[in-house]
C-alpha cells in the first residue's frame, strides 16, 4: 500500500510539475530566430559582395543609368518604410492587448508589402521586355539574384502575416501569437534594412557610376 501511495503521490507531483513549471520556450525561441537571421546576413553579405565584383561587367548591354527608373525604386522603397512603420504600430497595439487594432495595423502592413512586391514584379517585367535579362550581362545577373532573394522574402513574409492573422483572430494576442508576431517583427524589419543598402548600393550608387 505504501509504494502505491508513493508511486500516486509521485504522478500527482509530476502532473503539477508540468503543469505549472515556466519552460523557457519564449527565449529560446527569440535566440534561435536571432541566429537564423545572422544567417540570413551571410547569404545576403554574399549577394552584396557579388554585385561589387561583377557589378560594372554590363558585356556591351545596358548600365543602370540606362535601366533604372528612381522614381519608382523611391516609391517602392517608401511602400516598404510605411510598411515597417504600420508593423511598429501594430506591436504597440499588441502590447495593450487589443486584438482589433493590432489586426488592423498587420492588415495595412500586408498591403504595403503586396504593393511593394507589385512594383518590384512590375520593374522586373520592364527590365525584360527591354532585353535586360539576367543572362545579358554578369551585372544584371547579379542585380536579379540580389532584388529577386530579397523580394522573395518579402513574399515568405507576407504569407506569414496572413497566417498570423488568422491565428490572432482565432486564438486572441495569447503568449504563442505575441511571440510569434515578435518573431515576424524582426524579420520584417529586417527586410527593410537590407532594402536600404539594396536601395543606396545598386541603385543610387549604380546610376552615379
Not at 29 to 48: N, P
Not at 129 to 147: C, D, K, N, Y
Amino acid at each position: 500500500m505504501a509504494t502505491q501511495a508513493d508511486a500516486t503521490a509521485d504522478r500527482e507531483e509530476a502532473l503539477r510539475f508540468y503543469e505549472t513549471e515556466d519552460h523557457p520556450h519564449a527565449p529560446a525561441t527569440l535566440i534561435g530566430f536571432w541566429l537564423y537571421l545572422m544567417s540570413d546576413c551571410l547569404i545576403f553579405a554574399v549577394l552584396f559582395a557579388t554585385h561589387a565584383v561583377v557589378g560594372r561587367n554590363y558585356a556591351a548591354g545596358p548600365s543602370p543609368a540606362d535601366l533604372f527608373d528612381l522614381k519608382l525604386v523611391a516609391l517602392n522603397t517608401a511602400m516598404l518604410l510605411f510598411s515597417s512603420i504600420t508593423y511598429g504600430f501594430a506591436m504597440l497595439e499588441m502590447a495593450k492587448e487589443r486584438r482589433g487594432a493590432t489586426l488592423l495595423w498587420l492588415a495595412v502592413t500586408g498591403l504595403f508589402g503586396i504593393a511593394f512586391v507589385a512594383l518590384e514584379l512590375y520593374e522586373f517585367s520592364h527590365l525584360i521586355h527591354e532585353g535586360a535579362t539576367p543572362q545579358r550581362s554578369a551585372f544584371l545577373s547579379s542585380f536579379f539574384v540580389l532584388v529577386g532573394t530579397h523580394g522573395l522574402h518579402v513574399s515568405v513574409g507576407i504569407v506569414w502575416l496572413a497566417v498570423l492573422m488568422v491565428q490572432v483572430a482565432q486564438r486572441g494576442l495569447q503568449e504563442d501569437n505575441k511571440r510569434r508576431l515578435m518573431c515576424l517583427s524582426m524579420f520584417w524589419h529586417f527586410l527593410d534594412v537590407i532594402w536600404i543598402g539594396v536601395f543606396s548600393f545598386v541603385y543610387l550608387m549604380g546610376t552615379l557610376r
